[in-house]
Every structure is written in C-alpha cells, then in structure tokens.
C-alpha cells in the first residue's frame, strides 16, 4: 500500500547518543530491497546529514523543513529566503541582542556565538558554525534560526508574518518563508515520483513534523514525540531508542516481524 517513506533524523532516526539502531538499518534495508523508496525529511541541511544518508544508502531528501528537496540526485525544490528579507532580520536581530544562524546547503553560520548558540547545537553533536554576520550576502540561505527563548517570540511573529516560526529547542526557532513545511516538500515529491499522499508513510517526533504527519496516509509519531505530535499522528510507534522505527514499519505492514 505504501510506496515510499519519509524518515525525520533528530529523535525518529538517532537514539539519544546520535547514532542510528541497527534494527533501524535492517528494516530500512528490507524496505529499499521490497522497492519502497526511503527517504530523510528533516530540517536539517543536507551537509549535516551526509553521513546518516551514506549509512542508510538514502539518495533522497526533503532538507530544511522543505525548502531544499531533491530526488535521487534531481533538485525538486530550491527555495530560499530572499536577502532582502534576511537584511531585514539581522537588523531586528541585532537590535535585540538576539544570535541569527543562516542555513545553506554546504554551511551555516551565526552572527556571532552566545551560550543560547552552543547549548541549541551541542544538544545534538553538532559543531557551533563559523561567526560570519553577513553569510547572507553571499551565499543562498533556506532557513533562518533565531536563538530565543518562547516569551521573546511574539515581537518577531508580529513583525514578520510572512515567515514560519518553528522551535526546535528551549532556546532556538526554524524561520522559514512561509508555505514552507516538510508537508509541502513531501507533496512536491510526490507529484515528482507520480504518488499520492495515501501512498506514503512518515515517522517524526517534534513540532516541525506536525503538518508532515497529517498530510501522509499514515503518519507515525515515535513514543519520544512530543504530545501535540502523538495527538495528530495516525499510529504510535516505541521510542527511537526502543526499536520504534522496525516496530513501526511491522505495524505497517511493510516488513515482516
């Protein structure tokens, strides 16, 4: 029934200590070998995933909440966020006192590299990036953070309602254009491969895989999910670190037990 599915990385993939259960390779090994086609929807950017894909043999991505997607090599989406808007942020940013990260598919960097900055990446293994205020001008960024904490937000959703806020830790927010989601990469894949939303799968744990969960034909929330996902999702699954992935896919029926 279900031709292709769509993995999250952080929480859905990984364990607590970032690296992937066996069980988890071996069920996505079974489904690549039953022609189901498998792919990573994250909102990580491609260069910070490399690895996880050249481990899981994955050569298809929706990266950076949707605004980057490619399909066995072919770029479907190539969607940032313009400069001007960007100038515009840093500005509001700076006058705050606020960190802003800028994403590319080959780097990131931040205006500068307060503890907000360190403890949001070092939570998930990954390296603080380069201090580089204006990345922006030279390079194609897809995703925006701002690094603050929920009771500073409203000013800049008020002053942005064009953008997506979409926080992924205490101290740190996703800002993308708005209409972006991992849902509207999904379904641009789709319309790529010639698939309708029931014929896929997803499993995600956070608040960036909400839309993502809802828009499949069957969206599994991992047991570590935060609530608001587990409400949402059509199927509960253990915890990545408990073998949710493998139990999940049996649920499905994809694999056998």
Request: proline share 4%; with cysteine.
């Given at each position: 029934m279900y031709k292709v599915?769509?993995?999250d990385i952080d929480g859905t993939l990984l364990n607590p200590e970032g690296s992937i259960p066996q069980t988890a390779k071996d069920s996505i090994a079974r489904l690549q070998e039953q022609g189901v086609e498998t792919v990573i929807a994250t909102g990580r950017t491609p260069y910070a995933f490399e690895w996880i894909r050249e481990e899981l043999n994955i050569h298809s991505y929706v990266s950076m909440n949707g605004s980057y997607v490619?399909?066995?090599g072919d770029v479907i989406i190539n969607d940032?966020?313009?400069v001007e808007m960007l100038d515009k942020i840093s500005r509001s940013t700076g006058t705050r006192g606020h960190a802003l990260g800028m994403v590319g598919t080959d780097n990131t960097a931040v205006s500068l590299a307060n503890e907000r900055v360190k403890d949001s990446f070092t939570e998930f293994g990954i390296d603080v990036p380069l201090v580089m205020p204006e990345y922006y001008r030279e390079h194609a960024v897809y995703q925006g953070l701002l690094f603050c904490e929920e009771t500073e937000m409203s000013d800049y959703v008020d002053e942005f309602p064009q953008l997506r806020f979409i926080r992924w830790h205490p101290l740190?927010?996703?800002i993308q254009n708005e209409g972006c989601s991992k849902a509207s990469g999904i379904e641009a894949y789709l319309q790529a491969a010639g698939l309708q939303p029931d014929q896929a799968?997803?499993?995600?744990?956070g608040l960036n895989d909400l839309e993502m969960l809802q828009f499949v034909g069957a969206g599994v929330a991992m047991g570590n999910a935060k609530d608001e996902v587990k409400q949402i999702a059509h199927r509960l699954t253990a915890a990545a670190h408990e073998d949710g992935i493998r139990k999940g896919l049996i649920d499905l029926?994809?694999?056998?037990a």
């Amino acid at each position: 029934m279900y031709k292709v599915v769509f993995f999250d990385i952080d929480g859905t993939l990984l364990n607590p200590e970032g690296s992937i259960p066996q069980t988890a390779k071996d069920s996505i090994a079974r489904l690549q070998e039953q022609g189901v086609e498998t792919v990573i929807a994250t909102g990580r950017t491609p260069y910070a995933f490399e690895w996880i894909r050249e481990e899981l043999n994955i050569h298809s991505y929706v990266s950076m909440n949707g605004s980057y997607v490619v399909r066995n090599g072919d770029v479907i989406i190539n969607d940032p966020v313009p400069v001007e808007m960007l100038d515009k942020i840093s500005r509001s940013t700076g006058t705050r006192g606020h960190a802003l990260g800028m994403v590319g598919t080959d780097n990131t960097a931040v205006s500068l590299a307060n503890e907000r900055v360190k403890d949001s990446f070092t939570e998930f293994g990954i390296d603080v990036p380069l201090v580089m205020p204006e990345y922006y001008r030279e390079h194609a960024v897809y995703q925006g953070l701002l690094f603050c904490e929920e009771t500073e937000m409203s000013d800049y959703v008020d002053e942005f309602p064009q953008l997506r806020f979409i926080r992924w830790h205490p101290l740190a927010v996703d800002i993308q254009n708005e209409g972006c989601s991992k849902a509207s990469g999904i379904e641009a894949y789709l319309q790529a491969a010639g698939l309708q939303p029931d014929q896929a799968a997803a499993f995600g744990d956070g608040l960036n895989d909400l839309e993502m969960l809802q828009f499949v034909g069957a969206g599994v929330a991992m047991g570590n999910a935060k609530d608001e996902v587990k409400q949402i999702a059509h199927r509960l699954t253990a915890a990545a670190h408990e073998d949710g992935i493998r139990k999940g896919l049996i649920d499905l029926q994809l694999i056998e037990a």
